[in-house]
């Protein structure tokens, strides 16, 4: 029997992972934990615990615990807010993995998921449809951390058999829970802002393209990379994982679509030298010619339901 452990079920991705992964799999079969409870529907729809992924003993714990057989790893601070404190970000997005990857090592545990990101890419890359292998210079403490964390990925699945695998996330989109300081979190603050106050103060200059994705499709090609039988997977690092490219002006235009009365201004800060070191759009073709993964939502479907699902939370 499969038996998930989804490590920081609490953020941006692992709430809408996890009750996804229970839709499929059942609803004990996932167990959610993170270092703070989490939104409603995670917290009362299966197994949660508090777990700190830094406790090497507690992490082994749970794992033996709930008899874990597959551990999606979450746990990290993302760019923006890696900046204010580059130390404690290195610890914990190394630490953290570097205690997975031994677990599933020594207990041999069947499956690792590992999100690496975009950031992997710096000043030096090509812009326009990065393709996968590419030259890669992060100049932040996360690009930095995801750029380490693939290769050691790689190095413990052809050293001892470790069978993790990753995606470089573009930016993420969704309604369930709120953003977590990172640089594409204005696509998400924004429609936040349309709701509530009709304006929106962007942190990012009107034309900073970047790749982005509804996190339904993220969602999606996370379990599908999962389900994928393993002698497809034939990169350990991460793939590519291509999304939609837009700006802030072309988000706000189909907003507008939905409120007429939305305004947006414009103040770039700290983040726009991180975004503009980022490529714009993204080559995935790697990945669907080695599993066929193709997305589902385009800027104008994933706005409409993003607009729709915001209002009426907020209502």
């Not at 992972?17 to 409603?40: Q, Y």
């Not at 998400?188 to 103060?201: C, D, R, T």
Request: charged content about 25%; aromatic content about 12%.
């Amino acid at each position: 029997m499969k038996k998930i452990l989804v490590i920081g079920a609490s953020g941006q991705i692992g709430s809408d992972l996890v009750l996804e992964l229970r839709k499929r799999f059942g609803a004990e079969n996932v167990i959610a934990s993170d270092i703070r409870e989490p939104m409603k529907e995670v917290f009362e729809g299966g197994p949660f615990v508090i777990l700190d992924a830094l406790n090497k003993k507690d992490v082994e714990t749970v794992v033996d615990k709930y008899k874990i057989t597959e551990v999606y790893h979450l746990a990290a601070i993302l760019s923006g807010n890696a900046e204010k404190n580059p130390a404690k970000a290195w610890e914990i997005n190394m630490n953290s993995l570097f205690i997975i990857l031994d677990i599933a090592k020594e207990k041999q545990l069947s499956k690792i998921f590992w999100p690496s990101s975009i950031a992997v890419f710096g000043p030096g890359t090509k812009k326009q449809n990065t393709p996968q292998n590419d030259f890669m210079d992060p100049n932040t403490v996360y690009g930095i951390s995801k750029l380490a964390g693939e290769r050691w990925c790689e190095y413990y699945f052809n050293k001892y058999g470790v069978d993790v695998r990753s995606l470089r996330y573009p930016g993420l989109i969704s309604y369930k829970a709120e953003a977590g300081g990172g640089t594409t979190d204005y696509a998400v603050e924004i429609f936040y802002e349309a709701v509530k106050n009709n304006k929106y103060e962007c942190f990012l200059s009107e034309n900073t393209s970047l790749p982005m994705m509804y996190m339904e499709d993220a969602i999606d090609a996370t379990i599908s990379l999962m389900e994928t039988e393993k002698e497809k997977i034939k990169i350990r690092s991460s793939y590519n994982l291509g999304g939609i490219s837009f700006n802030p002006k072309q988000l706000s235009e189909e907003i507008k679509k939905h409120n007429h009365n939305f305004t947006i201004t414009y103040k770039p800060d700290f983040r726009q030298a991180i975004a503009d070191s980022w490529p714009q759009s993204i080559d995935d073709s790697v990945l669907f010619e080695h599993w066929g993964w193709k997305q589902k939502y385009n800027i104008a479907t994933m706005t409409e339901e993003m607009y729709k699902e915001i209002k009426k939370k907020l209502s």
